[in-house]
């Protein structure tokens, strides 16, 4: 079976940093680009930040730059995303997907990623 599990959602006050797990089980990580992307009520799944197959290439998006780092650890068959310094705009639902399709770097649009996650919900919140 095909899965890929988010984890380490939870709530933060604003300022606060998180740390999600994107573990793959029934397949390995090594040749696909892993994506983040967040899906906030009555939003459109935006991508936040991916990381190529390589590890060598990653993109984020302008809301998160600086603040969110993407890592991935082939070893371990996981995908990570560091949030820090969160803000209440950052609230969502957090998805990973992976591509095994983009040989080189990595994108942030949905069509490009074939598996995804169940989701983790991250909530910013005085």
């Known amino acids: 079976q095909l899965q890929l599990v988010e984890s380490g959602g939870g709530l933060v006050q604003p300022g606060g940093s998180l740390r999600l797990s994107c573990a793959a089980s029934?397949?390995?990580?090594?040749?696909?680009?892993i994506g983040w992307f967040r899906q906030a009520p009555g939003k459109e799944r935006e991508g936040v930040s991916c990381?190529?197959?390589?590890?060598?290439?990653?993109n984020y998006a302008d809301s998160v730059e600086g603040r969110f780092t993407i890592s991935r650890d082939n070893a371990k068959n996981t995908v990570y995303l560091q949030m820090n310094s969160l803000q209440p705009e950052d609230t969502a639902v957090y998805y990973c997907?992976?591509?095994?399709?983009?040989?080189?770097?990595?994108?942030?649009?949905?069509?490009?990623?074939?598996?995804w996650g169940q989701g983790t919900q991250v909530t910013v919140s005085s």
């Open positions: 997907a992976a591509s095994p399709r983009m040989f080189r770097g990595c994108g942030l649009r949905r069509y490009e990623y074939d598996y």
């Open positions: 029934g397949f390995t990580l090594d040749h696909h680009a």
């Open positions: 990381v190529s197959s390589s590890g060598a290439s990653t």
